[in-house]
């Protein structure tokens, strides 16, 4: 079983930055693919970024490109979310999965809490 702990969420004004970090609990970290997902209140859970487990290969939702960077420590167990110029449509309850390579929800084996992020205008 792989645990993952999501933090560094918070509030922030429009054009503001917050970093995310997911902890993932054993050492095996590289053999998964790791995944940012989002849903904010009243829409469905939406992916984000993704990372495969080399850190290679990287994909992204097109409503987030250019401005959120997904990487991964993997030394640490640990993926982040860099997020820059952030919206309010941005703001969300983010959470961190393990898994396969994938866009699809589906994909991911473990999920992490949440953590909130919050943009206001």
């Known amino acids: 079983q792989v645990q993952l702990i999501e933090s560094g969420g918070g509030l922030v004004q429009a054009g503001g930055s917050l970093r995310l970090s997911c902890a993932a609990s054993?050492?095996?970290?590289?053999?998964?693919?790791m995944g940012w997902f989002r849903q904010a209140p009243g829409k469905e859970r939406e992916f984000v970024a993704a990372?495969?487990?080399?850190?290679?290969?990287?994909n992204y939702a097109d409503s987030v490109k250019g401005r959120f960077t997904i990487s991964r420590d993997n030394a640490k167990n640990t993926v982040y979310l860099q997020m820059n110029s952030l919206k309010p449509e941005d703001t969300a309850v983010y959470y961190c999965?393990?898994?396969?390579?994938?866009?699809?929800?589906?994909?991911?084996?473990?999920w992490g809490q949440g953590t909130q992020v919050t943009v206001s205008s």
């Open positions: 999965a393990a898994g396969f390579y994938t866009t699809v929800r589906s994909g991911y084996n473990y």
């Open positions: 054993r050492g095996t970290f590289s053999r998964y693919a």
């Open positions: 990372i495969s487990g080399g850190g290679s290969m990287t």
